[in-house]
């Protein structure tokens, strides 16, 4: 008989999801390779039925689980028949493994923006080549000549490249390609010096941007307080939080680890919903930066401009982890000021600008760019 | 008049100095010895590649491709009024004895950033001082102790905790009921802290309260205790006045409520077309004070003199009002001091109650005479008010001395000394101090008192108080706390409220203290209090003073508060230290203006060579705010010099002696003597030396503030501000930190332009353009090509308009500017080596003899030029003009070519030679000595950079800065107005310097904006000039001619332009 993995996904969901996760510990152990770790099978079963009762048996395993895990039991399942647990474990084996791997828990802080490869391990694998190469060259070379000698050939005098027909255009071209190229590269690297695009570091709470924005459909501005009103958007304080994670205890992902964390800052009792006074700030590590001397307001973006959230950060309602989508660099941020339109007629504030709308009356100006009212002058960011 | 042209320095003013001073590079640069061949810069071309490798290499590895993990912080549970990025301001009250200005402070997210005035108070009226605009670098001042101390050995305070200082206070207070407890403070304003020490004194019976202030005006109010039955001095009305006479009284400076006789001063010096009128000002004084060098006619006079004038005046009014003549008093052997002195009584006579007469002397028999002069000419109850009395002096130097004596002779047990610093302010209190058993310092820091004393019990500091104030009768601020204390500190009163076994804490008792006295007619008292704390001021009668009628005695007992300094009349008479506590004894002391003249008559027939004045310097103040670098290193408004003190003398009278600038003497009066460099200071009276008070401190921290000669060392018990004094020239010369005198904007040919212009009432009552008819000339030559630069209106052309009558030259644009641009402390090395970076700097210039001089300010900042020099220049357009009429400045584009610096003509462009403000991350790299000097006194601490403005780039070394229009404010108000969805309004903006500004010289704007008020000063006035117009550079900045109000017969008129514009 074969296991039916999509019966055992459905059991799985129904029955074992709320506290168990593939690859992450929630109220329970992470199930992905259960199977492994249990030497007997006859035992596992037994243990998924009833596992206070399996308790009794002292089997060393099952009680050093049940002390890891603050000697919560999970609930015994007599409707299980042994097809349906085989079913379920058949499911746990249809798993990948190599997501297993990169579920480690995460640890606090981050580390800085890495490309998904690294361009200087092609760089040097390729320099290695060409050495290589050259080596072999010359090995050959070397024995081409011993052989010649010995045969007493007559060994044509080696003319130096540059000297051999049509290779001084060639290394010509080739010095100003590389030329270009260093020079390109280096431009490149500096106006990169800093920039994080795709920047995506661990937090120190896996808070999910899907779950809450996508998901859950949260407004940004909710937690977001600050967006309408002046420079900083504003990180939501610990109590914003709390608003809703109250009552909800646990999540679909991480279970209560995470949001344990959220009562451990606040220093919020979930047992009996008491605060206990202590108190402990989150050190959440910063993914958009903009260097020291720029100013960026975001009312000024959202509130005037009416520019949508994603517009800069991406498709956030889509990323369980956070990260940077633009590159944040002034090029990104000028062109968008020479593209946008300037909503002219709607805001009194634009009133004073005659000439402007004089040329608009005239046709002479199709609309109003941010360009046009100083937004790629300096001093309109930079002081 | 024997010059012809402005000057800046004496230097300047000497033939040949002019073109000395004209040189911007006048050592010699070494190049040539870079270049010989013996020298040890022999770097080849190798030496120079390898040069280059390290560097790029260096750059590459510094610059490595890894950022830094930055961290982000949310509060964990959000205060509601609170949003990061956004100010959040309270009402406040800046204060700190008799320096005294409601505030409002700006904090971001907690941390308090920046002062203003705070315009709902009907005396300052929105103006503020420099010393509160300083007061919050105070707060993050590194110095400030951190918790309770207690004395050791040598002066080395050791720590202790709070319990341990107040068990041992409270074990010796409980021990014996009869303890001889003295508390001496400056002048207490706070009502509520007046109560808590009666609180205190009710649990203590043998307590008294002993006030005292380090610049005294104890004369004047012995003077008014005798004369008008209270012990208080007059509020000053100068806006109800035409003719104003003071006698060494510096009222723009340092002299009563210096912010309201600014507010009142400027009232009455904006003349218009329409109304050419304005208040007269004469001074008689031996030093150039502020008011002098602003008054229509000064006089120089030695202080002998200056008495023998007051007499005399007294006799020229008496003569013509029917009052008792004093006679015998001294001639002047000075026919204009003669001539002005007749001058200004006839106009006296003719303003009767519409004119002023001061005096600055602290001396009971001076000030009799004054109060004498002001009561014949029937100004009492009009220009001096004593509804309003100003209780901002109520220190006693009669008290002071009884209290020593007590110490000296053993008859004080427990001496509790808070916000002051005798040891170091009263010559010989240090030694009656080591006569008391217990001696407990409530101070910020360790300062000369502290370190003598058994415990300090630091203080908070005004930004973190909760307090109240009773500065004028019936006016009330409130002080609030704007962030939550830094250090462990306590406040004094809470501390007497400890110790006298009170329940309530100090917050309570002040509510509840308002609610039963200030507030006590109030509807609901609650109400009114919260309406209170709002607006930071609570006023009896709405503000406005009523006017009341001549008759003293009942015009003041009806308006008596509880709150004057009531005598502390409850010690038993069988304490031994109840003397201490009799006013009445002390009224007695004064008796008619007769008496008091033939005891002035006998001060000032002392005889002697050379006299010696001691003034408060109105920046820097009595010396309480010595450890402030803001202060030390703004400019005094006429010596332009920084970070010192000196003795200023008469140049002409110098040069007879020997004496050459900088040169040492050493001063001795009956008192004591100092040593210190002289200042050559035209204007100075001839024989007389002038010394700022408020230097000298041995026991600020830092040895770039322990700076200068303690001049509080020649006060006499008398604590008078002038008296007779040997010299003798002593080894030694300082070179003196200032600015302006070494950039000449002038050249020695008098065929340039001025670039301040001036004319008199007179003139300009018949021609508006008077003074400035050379403008037309200019105007008519300026054509251009190019269309003209207000002919599209196009949005925003933002100017200034600054009026030069207005300007005093206080320098608290200078201040405030400092603290909302981020601008670095460079010390007083880095200054006289020019590099000095503020955006704002106040010209001084001087036109006639070095003997009296003439003076002019003019406010210099960028110009924003719509035809900038120096945005022609740059390699790599950092700096380059906006649509708006700005001239930006890019910090992160400039690469330090200084080639802008070089080309403005100007001179407001300001290079960071040094990372000053630590704005790069590489640490000590440039730890050089006047780099020191900044880390040691904490620039680039942490604590101390929680005063940087977060909306303002900090400069990194090696690059250019300059005044940005304070650009952050424009762009701050237009987002606002955009939110709301409305048109800017004129007014929207205000500059830092603007809002500083006291006397409302600074006026900012748009250009485009025909209704505006920079529009109609600036394009629509015929006063108003630009500085070098005839360079065709367009400046955005407009001055307005200063009108003096004297004879043009008076003043000097400098020699008209001659050549023609292509000589200009």
Same mark, same amino acid.
């Given at each position: ?52 009762? $399996? ?13 890891? $895990? ?129 920047? /995506? ?21 909710? #937690? ?19 608003? #809703? ?9 991480? +279970? ?83 593209? &946008? ?43 | ?91 406040? &009250? ?31 009226? +929105? ?57 001496? &403070? ?320 100090? $917050? ?55 709150? /004057? ?146 001049? $509080? ?99 608290? #644009? ?50 924003? #030029? ?61 730890? /050089? ?30 690059? /250019? ?104």
């Amino acid at each position: 008989m074969y296991a039916d993995v999509a019966a055992g996904q459905a059991l799985y969901e129904a029955n074992c999801a709320r506290c168990h996760q593939p690859y992450r510990r929630g109220t329970g152990p992470a199930l992905y390779g259960v199977t492994e770790r249990w030497a007997d099978t006859a035992n596992l079963y037994a243990w998924i039925k009833n596992s206070t009762a $399996y308790l009794k048996t002292g089997d060393l395993y099952a009680v050093a689980l049940y002390e890891e $895990y603050q000697k919560s039991v999970m609930p015994a399942f007599p409707q299980f028949e042994d097809k349906d647990i085989a079913n379920i474990l058949a499911y746990m084996r249809s798993w990948p493994a190599e997501a297993a791997t990169t579920a480690a828990a995460p640890g606090a802080g981050g580390g800085p923006a890495k490309p998904a490869i690294d361009p200087s391990v092609l760089v040097i694998i390729l320099i290695s080549l060409v050495f290589i190469a050259w080596l072999l060259g010359q090995v050959s070379s070397f024995l081409r000549k011993r052989v010649s000698e010995k045969y007493n050939e007559t060994v044509p005098e080696p003319v130096p490249v540059l000297q051999r027909p049509g290779m001084k255009p060639l290394f010509g071209m080739a010095a100003f390609v590389l030329v270009c190229f260093l020079g390109y590269s280096t431009y490149d690297g500096a106006t990169a010096i800093n920039r994080q695009e795709n920047y /995506m570091p661990d937090q120190p709470i896996a808070f999910s941007h899907e779950i809450h924005a996508g998901a859950n459909k949260i407004d940004c501005r909710y #937690c977001h307080t600050g967006a309408e009103k002046g420079k900083s958007a504003v990180i939501p304080s610990m109590n914003v939080c709390m608003n #809703c994670h109250y009552d909800v205890k646990e999540g679909k992902q991480y +279970g209560t680890t995470e949001i344990a964390k959220i009562y451990k800052a606040v220093g919020f009792n979930p047992e009996n919903n008491t605060y206990t006074g202590e108190q402990e700030p989150v050190e959440w590590v910063r993914i958009h930066n903009l260097a020291d001397h720029v100013y960026f307001n975001h009312a000024q973006h959202t509130m005037v401009g009416g520019i949508e959230c994603q517009t800069c950060h991406g498709p956030v309602q889509e990323m369980e982890v956070m990260y940077q989508y633009q590159s944040l660099s002034m090029g990104w941020c000028i062109n968008c000021h020479r593209q &946008t339109e300037v909503n002219f007629a709607a805001n009194d504030f634009y009133g004073d600008y005659d000439q402007l709308h004089q040329d608009l009356a005239s046709g002479k100006l199709d609309a109003v760019h941010v360009s046009d009212i100083g937004g790629a002058e300096c001093q309109k960011c930079h002081y | 008049m024997e010059s012809n042209t402005y000057w800046t320095s004496l230097k300047e003013h000497q033939p040949q100095g002019a073109a000395a001073t004209r040189d911007e590079f006048s050592e010699e640069l070494p190049v040539v010895d870079a270049f010989s061949g013996d020298s040890n810069l022999t770097a080849g071309r190798r030496d120079f590649l390898k040069m280059l490798g390290f560097s790029i290499t260096a750059a590459t590895l510094a610059a490595s491709c890894e950022a830094p993990v930055r961290k982000v912080i949310p509060y964990v549970i959000k205060p509601e009024d609170v949003t990061p990025g956004i100010a959040t301001w309270y009402a406040s &009250t800046f204060m700190n004895g008799s320096d005294w200005c409601p505030i409002l402070v700006k904090t971001r997210d907690g941390r308090p950033i920046k002062i203003e005035g705070n315009r709902y108070s009907s005396i300052t009226q +929105g103006g503020v001082d420099t010393k509160a605009l300083a007061s919050v670098l105070g707060l993050y001042n590194n110095k400030r102790l951190r918790q309770a101390m207690r004395g050791g050995e040598n002066g080395k305070l050791k720590a202790t905790t709070w319990e341990e200082a107040d068990t041992a206070i409270t074990g010796k207070l409980s021990a014996n009921p009869n303890l001889r407890i003295a508390i001496l &403070t400056q002048t207490v304003l706070s009502p509520s802290t007046k109560a808590v020490v009666g609180r205190f004194q009710q649990s203590f019976p043998n307590t008294v309260h002993v006030a005292y202030d380090p610049v005294s005006e104890h004369g004047a109010l012995e003077a008014n205790a005798a004369m008008f039955g209270k012990r208080a001095l007059p509020e000053y009305r100068f806006q109800d006045c035409q003719v104003l006479v003071s006698f060494g009284a510096d009222y723009l400076g340092s002299f009563g409520s210096s912010v309201q006789n600014q507010k009142g001063w400027a009232a009455g010096r904006k003349p218009t077309p329409d109304k050419p009128e304005m208040l007269r000002t004469y001074q008689f004084e031996s030093w150039m004070s502020r008011s002098g060098a602003n008054a229509d006619y000064r006089v120089p006079l030695t202080e002998r003199k200056v008495g023998a004038a007051l007499l005399q005046l007294h006799d020229l009014i008496a003569a013509k009002t029917g009052g008792p003549a004093l006679g015998g008093a001294p001639a002047l052997n000075d026919e204009t001091a003669e001539q002005r002195l007749r001058a200004a009584s006839d106009e006296l006579l003719a303003n009767r109650g519409t004119s002023a007469v001061l005096c600055g002397m602290n001396d009971a028999d001076a000030q009799a005479v004054c109060n004498s002069i002001n009561s014949m000419l029937g100004n009492y109850g009009k220009t001096l008010r004593w509804d309003r009395a100003s209780l901002l002096k109520q220190g006693s130097d009669a008290r002071l001395a009884e209290l020593m004596n007590d110490m000296k002779a053993g008859k004080v047990d427990l001496l509790l000394i808070n916000g002051c610093n005798p040891a170091y302010d009263v010559p010989g209190f240090a030694e009656a101090l080591s006569k008391v058993a217990t001696k407990v310092a409530a101070n910020y820091s360790a300062d000369e008192t502290s370190v003598l004393c058994d415990f300090v019990l630091p203080e908070h500091h005004i930004l973190e108080s909760w307090n109240d104030a009773e500065p004028f009768v019936g006016v009330y601020s409130l002080a609030q706390p704007t962030i939550s204390p830094l250090f462990q500190t306590r406040q004094f009163p809470e501390s007497l409220l400890k110790w006298s076994g009170a329940s309530e804490n100090w $917050y309570d008792f002040i509510v509840a203290h308002w609610k039963s006295t200030v507030l006590a007619g109030e509807m609901s008292a609650e109400a009114a209090w919260t309406n209170a704390l709002q607006y930071g001021v609570y006023e009896r009668n709405g503000g406005v003073p009523s006017p009341v009628p001549f008759s003293l005695q009942t015009a003041f007992a009806a308006s008596a508060s509880t709150s /004057m300094a009531t005598p502390a009349t409850a010690a038993p008479s069988t304490d031994p230290t109840a003397n201490l506590a009799g006013e009445d004894r002390v009224y007695a002391a004064t008796g008619s203006v007769s008496e008091a003249a033939s005891r002035l008559r006998q001060k000032i027939s002392a005889s002697g060579d050379a006299e010696v004045v001691v003034f408060e310097n109105a920046v820097i103040g009595n010396g309480a705010y010595t450890d402030n670098p803001w202060l030390q290193e703004t400019l005094d408004s006429i010596t332009k010099v920084c970070w010192d003190n000196y003795a200023m003398v008469n140049p002409g009278w110098a040069r007879e002696q020997g004496l050459g600038d900088g040169d040492h003497v050493k001063l001795t009066t009956s008192a004591g003597s100092i040593t210190v460099p002289v200042l050559l200071q035209p204007g100075q009276a001839k024989g007389t030396f002038a010394v700022a008070l408020g230097y000298g401190r041995t026991a600020t921290g830092h040895p770039s503030t322990d700076n200068g000669a303690n001049a $509080y060392k020649l006060l006499g018990a008398d604590r008078n501000s002038w008296g007779i004094v040997n010299w003798s020239k002593e080894a030694g010369n300082t070179e003196f930190a200032r600015n302006q005198v070494y950039d000449s904007l002038f050249d020695d040919s008098k065929k340039k332009r001025p670039h301040v212009k001036e004319t008199t009432l007179e003139e300009y009552a018949k021609d508006p353009m008077a003074g400035n008819r050379d403008r037309e000339e200019i105007l008519v030559h300026l054509k251009s090509f190019y269309p003209d630069r207000f002919a599209n209106k196009n949005g925003f052309h933002w100017g200034m308009a600054v009026d030069l009558n207005a300007c005093i030259g206080c320098g608290a #644009c200078h201040v405030a500017c400092q603290s909302e641009n981020n601008i670095p402390v460079v010390g007083k090395k880095e200054m006289a080596r020019k590099h000095d970076m503020h955006w704002i700097r106040i010209d001084r210039y001087y036109a006639g003899s070095e003997d009296n001089p003439e003076v002019v300010f003019q406010p210099m900042m960028c110009q924003h #030029c719509d035809q900038a020099p120096c945005e022609n220049v740059c390699p790599v357009a950092a700096t380059n003009h906006s649509s708006e009429g700005l001239n930006q400045m890019a910090y992160n584009r400039c690469i330090g070519t200084r080639y802008c610096a070089n080309n403005c003509p100007y001179k407001v462009r300001r290079f960071n030679w040094f990372d000053y403000m630590g704005a790069d991350s590489f640490g000590d790299y440039n730890d /050089m000595d006047p780099m020191k000097q900044g880390k040691e006194m904490g620039q680039l601490s942490d604590l101390t950079r929680m005063v940087l403005n977060p909306d303002v780039t900090v400069r990194s070394r090696g690059v /250019m800065e300059k005044c940005s229009f304070c650009v952050q404010r424009i762009q701050e108000s237009k987002l606002a107005a955009k939110m709301d969805g409305r048109p800017m309004v004129d007014g929207d903006i205000k500059t830092a310097c603007q809002t500083a500004c006291a006397t409302g010289a600074i006026t900012f704007g748009n250009l485009f904006d025909n209704s505006s008020q920079v529009y109609q000063l600036s394009e629509n006035n015929d006063r108003a000039f630009r500085v070098i117009e005839e360079f065709h550079t367009l400046p955005s900045v407009t001055y307005l001619t200063k009108v003096r109000n004297k004879k043009p017969a008076d003043h000097i008129h400098l020699v008209p332009f001659e050549g023609t514009l292509d000589q200009a």
